[in-house]
């Protein structure tokens, strides 16, 4: 497709369960990024893929929480033992170097 | 502390009329600075971006003026339409990290028909 493939769209987890939340950006563009989007929050970075470069992590808000890139391309977040305060939805972007995002559907997690 | 201060956090706009947001930023060495359009259950959709060399980028109805001795900047929706109703986000970033956007806190736009 065109633009950029989150999945799943929605994910209801038990508090203190793991998830993994995919991303596929646009083919060829090298940055990928993570925002969440709560309401009492509004869009906070997460962390930052740039190329081969060492990650910005600098958004990550505990430990609990990590990203890989395999390849360039496809990207996970993973969420580890999971509290009510994850609840929100993440958003990825995919961008070439120059700048300007395209930011994908996001998924919807809830943790109940 | 919010980098990146928006306003307001609402606004109704009657079709034809004109809708104004503003920013203001704190960091000096940002120097990119985009509008995001986000419709309900979706992402958010680069609508217009400016670097502080320029003082105005326009494209169509979208404005966007910069005043980098105020460290402001504002959005300007011409002859706004229904369709134009959604929520806009300004944002800030460094150019050796782009993509690591300060957002605002968002501007819901009503545009009555």
């Known amino acids: 497709g065109a633009g950029v493939s989150q999945s799943p769209s929605n994910k209801v987890t038990e508090k203190g369960k793991d998830v993994e939340l995919r991303c596929d950006p646009i083919?060829?563009?090298?940055?990928l990024y993570w925002y969440r989007q709560s309401l009492g929050q509004g869009l906070e970075f997460l962390i930052y893929?740039?190329?081969?470069?060492?990650?910005?992590k600098s958004g990550l808000p505990s430990d609990r929480f990590s990203a890989e890139r395999t390849g360039g391309s496809v990207s996970t977040l993973t969420i580890q033992r999971t509290q009510q305060e994850d609840s929100a939805v993440y958003l990825c972007a995919s961008s070439t170097r120059t700048g300007g995002g395209t930011f994908g559907s996001g998924t919807r997690l809830t943790v109940v | 502390q919010q980098q990146v201060k928006q306003s307001p956090q609402s606004l109704i706009v009657q079709k034809g009329g004109i809708s104004i947001i503003n920013c203001a930023y704190e960091?000096?060495?940002?120097?990119?600075f985009p509008w995001y359009q986000q419709f309900p259950g979706k992402g958010p959709a680069l609508l217009i971006a400016i670097r502080p060399d320029v003082s105005e980028k326009k494209e169509g109805r979208f404005t966007i003026s910069f005043n980098k001795s105020a460290k402001q900047f504002s959005l300007h929706i011409m002859d706004s339409q229904p369709g134009d109703s959604a929520t806009y986000f300004c944002?800030?970033?460094?150019?050796?990290?782009?993509?690591?956007?300060?957002f605002g806190a968002g501007t819901q736009v009503v545009v009555t028909p």
């Open positions: 083919s060829g563009h090298t940055a």
């Open positions: 893929f740039q190329g081969n470069s060492a990650p910005d």
């Open positions: 944002a800030a970033s460094k150019a050796d990290s782009w993509g690591k956007l300060q």
């Open positions: 960091n000096t060495a940002f120097d990119y």
